[in-house]
């Protein structure tokens, strides 16, 4: 079976035959220098329980090139983004972290440093969530509350997608909103996601492009991903 087309361009499979370039730089011979531009979430958290949150951010910030006052400024910046900062939150150990918690400081190390790829194909994230169908009109009222501008791009047997304009939500927000869901009814799943490297690769092969068009482009980042 072949590799899944995101773990070629982060580098956790390297490619047998063919190129591919993110700014500019080959993912065959460049990963090092690759990794200091992208920002990667993945699905399953990985923490070091004995660290504190803000002690992760400092080693992934560093991976980041990030030093003295601008690292510490990230660190912050990153924490209050997912609602990390406040209440002594940043400075207890990871291990001691709700599940809800752990997949935010996952998000905060994933765009820590602020990540220089951008979306070429589209300025959207995708808001995902499964419930009863009998509330669909309750989901797409907090989507809604969240994003004036959503749109529904999918809906059935109570699994709904929005695409979200990416200037409208903050990740703390989304965080917020669903967590608040929660106590109100049921929530299966839930995911705030940027374009898909399918959704990419689509976009540029039906524009008559090579894979060198995913120079610049985002690579399938999963902001949240919640299966409580």
């Given at each position: 079976m072949p590799p899944f087309l995101g773990e070629l361009m982060i580098g956790l499979?390297?490619?047998?035959?063919?190129?591919?370039y993110i700014e500019g730089m080959d993912i065959r011979t460049d990963m090092d220098r690759i990794y200091?531009?992208?920002g990667v979430c993945p699905q399953h958290d990985l923490h070091w329980d004995s660290l504190t949150g803000r002690e992760h951010l400092l080693f992934y910030g560093r991976l980041k090139n990030?030093?003295?006052d601008a690292l510490t400024q990230a660190v912050e910046e990153s924490l209050k983004e997912v609602n990390l900062f406040n209440g002594g939150v940043p400075d207890k150990q990871a291990g001691r972290y709700s599940g809800s918690m752990k997949q935010r400081l996952s998000v905060a190390i994933s765009l820590i440093g602020d990540p220089k790829l951008k979306a070429r194909y589209g300025g959207t994230n995708i808001f995902t969530?499964?419930?009863?169908?009998a509330l669909d009109e309750k989901v797409e009222n907090l989507v809604m509350g969240l994003s004036p501008n959503a749109k529904m791009i999918y809906s059935m047997s109570g699994t709904q997608k929005f695409n979200i304009p990416k200037n409208e939500v903050e990740i703390s927000d989304a965080f917020?909103?669903?967590?608040d869901?929660?106590?109100?009814?049921?929530v299966t799943a839930w995911g705030l996601t940027d374009t898909t490297m399918e959704d990419v690769?689509?976009?540029?092969?039906?524009?008559?492009?090579?894979?060198?068009l995913l120079d610049n482009a985002i690579v399938g980042r999963t902001v949240c991903r919640d299966l409580s």
């Amino acid at each position: 079976m072949p590799p899944f087309l995101g773990e070629l361009m982060i580098g956790l499979t390297k490619p047998t035959l063919g190129a591919a370039y993110i700014e500019g730089m080959d993912i065959r011979t460049d990963m090092d220098r690759i990794y200091t531009c992208m920002g990667v979430c993945p699905q399953h958290d990985l923490h070091w329980d004995s660290l504190t949150g803000r002690e992760h951010l400092l080693f992934y910030g560093r991976l980041k090139n990030l030093k003295g006052d601008a690292l510490t400024q990230a660190v912050e910046e990153s924490l209050k983004e997912v609602n990390l900062f406040n209440g002594g939150v940043p400075d207890k150990q990871a291990g001691r972290y709700s599940g809800s918690m752990k997949q935010r400081l996952s998000v905060a190390i994933s765009l820590i440093g602020d990540p220089k790829l951008k979306a070429r194909y589209g300025g959207t994230n995708i808001f995902t969530m499964t419930t009863s169908s009998a509330l669909d009109e309750k989901v797409e009222n907090l989507v809604m509350g969240l994003s004036p501008n959503a749109k529904m791009i999918y809906s059935m047997s109570g699994t709904q997608k929005f695409n979200i304009p990416k200037n409208e939500v903050e990740i703390s927000d989304a965080f917020q909103a669903v967590e608040d869901a929660k106590r109100r009814y049921q929530v299966t799943a839930w995911g705030l996601t940027d374009t898909t490297m399918e959704d990419v690769f689509i976009n540029s092969h039906a524009r008559g492009s090579s894979l060198q068009l995913l120079d610049n482009a985002i690579v399938g980042r999963t902001v949240c991903r919640d299966l409580s």
